[in-house]
């Protein structure tokens, strides 16, 4: 959820007359586009006021509520939309076409993280990262195949990917993915956060790599 911190005085009707509060959300969590919503109604339970808003995008119109706490007598901070839409990551057809079951477990670790399942979606990202890597691999080293499936993934990295630059970001990755399912994690400055950058920048290399070699392969020497 995106907030804006602008400092401007909004009026509401509530049940019990007009209210003041502060910011708005500037993103629908339904059409997911940067919006300033219409406040249409308010109620004002004491503790927390929730205001019903629209989405001013004629292809959305969706309305939902936004939830602002109450602070030195005035409801200045927004901490809560509706849970709308939960979006997805989009990959390059590369990488679709190389590891669908990765883009498939990517997305379900993303929507869990959309959902606050924050003690889940870690497990999710370092299991897709599993699939990435061996799908890679297997890739490169068709005849492999058994082989690479049944390595743990730390063997799968340091015995079959020969890319510098993909062996040490996946092999980072690894770590701290399998921190996410650890009891007592041993990467304790990094977090959730980390694991997708490398992941991120894993599935980077992997595409550079894979349109330098078409191009090789197109325009050879």
């Not at 390059?92 to 190389?98: M, Q």
């Not at 959309?114 to 889940?120: F, K, P």
């Not at 993934?153 to 092999?171: H, N, T």
Request: charged share 25%; net charge negative.
């Amino acid at each position: 959820m995106h907030i804006d911190q602008e400092n401007i005085i909004m009026k509401v009707t509530t049940e019990s007359g007009s209210e003041n509060f502060y910011h708005l959300p500037n993103e629908c969590p339904f059409c997911h586009k940067s919006i300033t919503p219409v406040p249409l109604y308010g109620h004002n339970n004491g503790q927390t006021l929730e205001v019903f808003m629209k989405c001013p995008n004629v292809g959305c119109n969706s309305s939902f509520i936004a939830y602002y706490d109450n602070g030195l007598n005035r409801f200045d901070t927004l901490y809560s939309v509706t849970q709308g839409t939960i979006k997805g990551r989009e990959f390059s057809e590369n990488i679709k076409e190389l590891s669908p079951k990765f883009t498939d477990i990517y997305n379900q670790a993303y929507q869990a993280e959309q959902l606050n399942l924050t003690e889940i979606c870690g497990v999710g990202f370092r299991k897709a990262l599993e699939y990435l890597i061996k799908d890679y691999s297997i890739k490169k080293n068709p005849g492999e195949r058994e082989k690479i499936e049944k390595k743990m993934l730390g063997q799968c990295i340091s015995d079959y990917i020969e890319d510098v630059r993909i062996k040490a970001v996946s092999k980072r990755a690894s770590w701290l993915g399998n921190d996410e399912t650890h009891y007592i994690r041993k990467w304790k400055g990094q977090n959730l956060s980390d694991l997708k950058k490398l992941i991120e920048l894993t599935i980077h290399w992997i595409e550079m790599e894979t349109l330098t070699e078409s191009f090789s392969s197109i325009m050879p020497d």
